[in-house]
């Protein structure tokens, strides 16, 4: 695969779950580096939507999000024509290589991860066992592709060990068949926190709105929702212990315009809250403006967006085809 053989360039893979609009959060805590991450890398990166129906919809709800989320992909600046960009069902190999590696994954490991734990007290009403086996497919996503990185935030790291120790122990049994991978660390992004209490991430599944600003909300929706972010009584505009809402704010401006804290400090110095959020609110609004120009751009092409994924496929598809028809060998599956 010519975008897999060049030596000097690691293999670099995600898939990124399409359960709803990525936040400000994502953004500059990831996205925003994705640029220069696919630069430097050979790039797989793929709508995980296997895993999504672990949590019940509504079909038409499923493929709207999972080509809402493939489309936000290319917009952050994923390249279809050097990076492979994909839907994961698109590649049913994940689906066998998932089912394989379930036969070499205790229960008692899966067991362990808290995301199944966490995950299965909230959706108490559908605990599938597609949610317990989830970090099992997503250790096939990863080995499929021989990836050498994975980007992962906080609550991902358990599964990427999951997946290097069934790796592991299949290489152990049949010699080397799987790279482990390793996290990739990027550029440091920054954690941004909840707009309505900043003690808490800024997440997409927040059930209040006002906490977490969308990549596609509108100016105006942004405006509000800067204004109406939590701070403190103070009125004065610096970093520091008591002051959760205004260092998040602080933080947000400063990713958006590059200005240091300090910087930002004098700026407002003398002045309100009220001038400090309204310049938040521009300098938010003009980073995402450009993404969700682009964004809207794609998604309003559906034959490009389908050509794309046609050809992504296909490429993911070449290199997974490999993975699991030597997988399959070793394993003594009969081959005719
Ligand atoms: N579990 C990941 C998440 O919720 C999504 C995911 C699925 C993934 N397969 C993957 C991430 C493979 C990295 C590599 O964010």
């Given at each position: 695969?010519?975008?897999?053989?060049?030596?000097?360039?690691?293999?670099?893979?995600?898939l990124v779950q399409a359960s709803?609009?990525?936040?400000?959060?994502?953004?500059?805590?990831?996205?925003?580096?994705?640029?220069?991450?696919?630069?430097?890398?050979?790039?797989?990166?793929?709508v995980a939507?296997?895993h999504a129906?672990?949590?019940?919809?509504?079909?038409?709800?499923?493929?709207?999000?999972?080509?809402?989320m493939?489309?936000?992909?290319?917009?952050?600046?994923?390249?279809?024509?050097?990076?492979?960009?994909?839907?994961?069902?698109?590649?049913?190999?994940?689906?066998?290589?998932?089912?394989?590696?379930?036969?070499?994954?205790?229960?008692?490991?899966?067991?362990?991860?808290?995301?199944?734990?966490?995950?299965?007290?909230?959706?108490?009403?559908?605990?599938?066992?597609?949610?317990?086996?989830?970090?099992?497919?997503?250790?096939?996503?990863?080995?499929?592709?021989?990836?050498?990185?994975?980007?992962?935030?906080?609550?991902?790291?358990?599964?990427?060990?999951?997946?290097?120790?069934?790796?592991?122990?299949?290489?152990?049994?049949?010699?080397?068949?799987?790279?482990?991978?390793?996290?990739?660390?990027?550029?440091?992004?920054?954690?941004?926190?909840?707009?309505?209490?900043?003690?808490?991430?800024?997440?997409?599944?927040?059930?209040?709105?006002?906490?977490?600003?969308?990549?596609?909300?509108?100016?105006?929706?942004?405006?509000?929702?800067?204004?109406?972010?939590?701070?403190?009584?103070?009125?004065?505009?610096?970093?520091?212990?008591?002051?959760?809402?205004?260092?998040?704010?602080?933080?947000?401006?400063?990713?958006?315009?590059?200005?240091?804290?300090?910087?930002?400090?004098?700026?407002?110095?003398?002045?309100?809250?009220?001038?400090?959020?309204?310049?938040?609110?521009?300098?938010?609004?003009?980073?995402?403006?450009?993404?969700?120009?682009?964004?809207?751009?794609?998604?309003?092409?559906?034959?490009?967006?389908?050509?794309?994924?046609?050809?992504?496929?296909?490429?993911?598809?070449?290199?997974?085809?490999?993975?699991?028809?030597?997988?399959?060998?070793?394993?003594?599956?009969?081959?005719?």
């Amino acid at each position: 695969m010519e975008n897999v053989s060049n030596d000097s360039k690691k293999v670099v893979l995600s898939l990124v779950q399409a359960s709803g609009t990525p936040t400000l959060g994502n953004y500059l805590g990831a996205f925003k580096n994705w640029h220069e991450m696919a630069e430097d890398n050979d790039c797989i990166f793929g709508v995980a939507d296997l895993h999504a129906i672990t949590v019940r919809s509504k079909p038409a709800d499923l493929r709207r999000r999972s080509i809402e989320m493939y489309a936000m992909l290319l917009a952050l600046g994923l390249n279809p024509d050097k990076n492979i960009v994909f839907l994961q069902s698109h590649v049913q190999e994940h689906a066998l290589l998932g089912w394989i590696l379930n036969c070499y994954t205790q229960f008692g490991e899966a067991s362990r991860m808290t995301q199944f734990k966490d995950k299965s007290t909230r959706h108490a009403d559908n605990v599938n066992v597609g949610l317990f086996t989830y970090p099992i497919l997503m250790a096939a996503d990863i080995l499929l592709y021989n990836a050498d990185m994975v980007p992962v935030g906080d609550d991902q790291k358990q599964h990427l060990e999951i997946a290097r120790n069934i790796a592991a122990r299949f290489n152990g049994i049949y010699g080397d068949v799987f790279k482990l991978p390793e996290p990739y660390i990027g550029r440091h992004g920054a954690k941004i926190l909840s707009l309505q209490e900043p003690e808490k991430k800024m997440s997409k599944s927040d059930p209040n709105v006002k906490a977490f600003i969308s990549l596609t909300d509108p100016t105006d929706v942004i405006v509000k929702k800067i204004k109406g972010a939590v701070t403190d009584s103070e009125a004065r505009v610096y970093y520091g212990e008591g002051k959760a809402g205004i260092n998040n704010l602080m933080t947000i401006y400063s990713c958006c315009t590059g200005k240091g804290m300090d910087d930002i400090e004098r700026e407002f110095e003398g002045k309100g809250y009220g001038d400090f959020k309204a310049a938040v609110a521009e300098a938010v609004a003009e980073e995402l403006r450009p993404l969700r120009e682009e964004y809207e751009r794609i998604l309003g092409d559906k034959a490009y967006i389908e050509k794309c994924a046609a050809e992504g496929a296909d490429k993911a598809r070449a290199i997974a085809r490999r993975t699991v028809r030597k997988v399959m060998k070793k394993v003594g599956f009969y081959q005719i």
